[in-house]
């Protein structure tokens, strides 16, 4: 065994496992690697890792990252048991599936900072990332890890140590959002590596531009739920105004935080709390992220129009509470302030946000917080569209209000070997039994175009009926 393959073997702790209701075969384990990967030395971190186990073992693993940057392993179980992305439940005939804790998140060094206490909703309606609890956490987090070794280049370099232990010639990605981010820099780290890749709601390096992409996309994703309730016989029934509505709501913030009522999780008491623009911008967006979240949109904002505040206040609540769940701040804002931020943000771009109803005020708060972050941005190689001669099979949806499709279409220039499909009416995630055929044919084929029909799922995502009642079931 060469001495580097034998290093890594030293450092892979791994036991059986199950996951899910119904008990998958799986393998659970660490990886221990340098913090600085450059440097080979001091402090190290354990990489955890879920590898579900094939019936049938062909050698081929299938690599899968559903986005943030946040855990992957919470998903596991249910990933397990088939209750979403169904291609892998019917690949694991033949396909081991590895899911990964990037460091800083989940097991992985989790670098945690709770932006979002609940028993002061207050801060957290006022901030998305308040400064006071963020500049506290920032401190506490430098003394257990260096801040700026938490990215995207380290994790996939950590991804590719884990391949080469785990004994796997080549990766095959099932990622979305930000795990497209992460696939196309290993595919440009890693060729040798890589042999397919399926991607929903794709963001690739050197073409994404966070302020303008979120402002513009959420705009298209607006206007296009409001054109679908003006078209719908229940939503222009019950919310005829709806999209004037929504922007008489968003004004009332123009002149400063909005009185909204919420019922605090701690206290179990109705309280008013003042809502920023920045705040509802973000969570507005999160709500049109996918059809259930958009279908509740036009009700939401018919009773906050109308002097009913206690359904946005929940929606905010509910969405902030649920992201800060999902995805650690801490390592969030040191991925992101050094990849996304630093490019994209110019007095130009801010300019064209504003045109925009989501506008740049999200923007601007998470360059006040990667102030107080402050870990180096990525050196400038980082920031150039991603080049590579790999098959890769990439969904977008339409109304896509994170990853909007033409940042899809335009890295389809820098790429050899890939097709784009666009599923009309479908948010970020454009997850169909359709989408789902299609991506396990192609995994199977190996990368191959034959009886890839890229018409076939485009009109196939069915909305979620528009709600008239609350609260959510």
């Known amino acids: 065994m060469p001495l580097f393959a034998a290093l890594l073997a030293s450092a892979l702790h791994t036991r059986p496992c199950t996951q899910g209701k119904t008990k998958v075969p799986a393998t659970c384990g660490t990886l221990r690697v340098y913090e600085n990967r450059a440097a080979q030395s001091g402090r190290t971190i354990g990489i955890h890792f879920i590898l579900l186990k094939a019936k049938h073992?062909?050698?081929?693993?299938?690599?899968?990252?559903?986005?943030?940057?946040?855990?992957?392993?919470?998903?596991?179980?249910?990933?397990?048991?088939?209750?979403?992305?169904?291609?892998?439940?019917?690949?694991?005939?033949?396909?081991?599936?590895?899911?990964?804790?990037?460091?800083?998140?989940?097991?992985?060094?989790?670098?945690?900072?709770?932006?979002?206490?609940?028993a002061q909703p207050q801060v957290y309606f006022a901030q998305l990332w308040p400064s006071k609890i963020l500049a506290a956490c920032r401190a506490k987090s430098a003394r257990i890890a260096d801040l700026a070794q938490y990215n995207t280049t380290s994790a996939i370099g950590d991804l590719d140590d884990l391949r080469a232990a785990l004994g796997y010639d080549k990766l095959i990605?099932?990622?979305?959002?930000?795990?497209?981010?992460?696939?196309?820099?290993?595919?440009?780290?890693?060729?040798?590596?890589?042999?397919?890749?399926?991607?929903?709601?794709?963001?690739?390096?050197?073409?994404?531009?966070?302020?303008?992409?979120?402002a513009k996309g959420s705009q298209v994703a607006l206007d296009r739920l409001a054109a679908s309730c003006a078209r719908d016989a229940v939503c222009s029934k019950k919310f005829p105004d709806f999209e004037a509505h929504f922007y008489a709501v968003l004004h009332r913030m123009d002149r400063g935080p909005m009185p909204v009522r919420m019922k605090n999780d701690v206290t179990k008491k109705v309280q008013t709390?003042?809502?920023?623009?920045?705040?509802?911008?973000?969570?507005?967006?999160?709500?049109?992220?996918?059809?259930?979240?958009?279908?509740?949109?036009?009700?939401?904002?018919?009773?906050?129009?109308?002097?009913?505040?206690?359904?946005?206040?929940?929606?905010?609540?509910?969405?902030?509470?649920?992201?800060?769940s999902l995805v650690d701040a801490g390592a969030y804002l040191s991925y992101t302030c050094a990849e996304l931020m630093p490019s994209g943000n110019s007095p130009a771009d801010l300019a064209q946000a504003r045109k925009t109803w989501f506008g740049d005020d999200r923007a601007r708060a998470q360059l006040a917080a990667c102030k107080i972050w402050n870990v180096p941005a990525m050196p400038a190689a980082f920031f150039e569209p991603v080049r590579s001669g790999a098959p890769i099979l990439m969904f977008s949806g339409t109304n896509d209000p994170a990853a909007p499709a033409y940042d899809a279409t335009q890295e389809l220039g820098y790429l050899w070997d890939a097709r784009q499909m666009l599923i009309e009416n479908a948010p970020h995630d454009a997850e169909s039994p359709c989408t789902d055929r299609t991506a396990e044919k192609f995994i199977r084929s190996g990368g191959s175009w034959k009886g890839i029909d890229l018409d076939a799922c485009t009109a196939n995502f069915a909305r979620t009926p528009f709600a008239t009642t609350w609260p959510p079931q």
Not at 77 to 105: M, N, Q, S, T
Not at 286 to 301: A, N, Q, T
Not at 304 to 318: E, K, M, R, S
Request: a negative charge.
């Open 57 to 118: 073992p062909s050698g081929h693993v299938i690599y899968v990252n559903l986005g943030g940057p946040a855990s992957e392993l919470q998903d596991v179980p249910f990933i397990a048991d088939g209750d979403f992305l169904k291609e892998l439940a019917a690949l694991r005939d033949r396909y081991d599936e590895l899911f990964v804790d990037e460091r800083g998140f989940g097991e992985s060094h989790r670098i945690g900072c709770d932006l979002a206490p609940p």
């Open 173 to 214: 990605f099932d990622v979305g959002s930000y795990g497209t981010f992460t696939a196309f820099l290993y595919m440009r780290a890693y060729p040798q590596h890589v042999e397919s890749a399926v991607m929903m709601g794709v963001a690739p390096p050197g073409i994404m531009n966070l302020s303008r992409e979120f």
């Open 273 to 324: 709390v003042l809502l920023s623009r920045e705040v509802f911008a973000d969570n507005m967006r999160h709500m049109l992220y996918d059809p259930e979240g958009s279908s509740y949109l036009p009700y939401v904002i018919d009773h906050a129009y109308h002097g009913d505040t206690l359904p946005l206040g929940q929606i905010v609540d509910w969405e902030t509470q649920a992201f800060a």
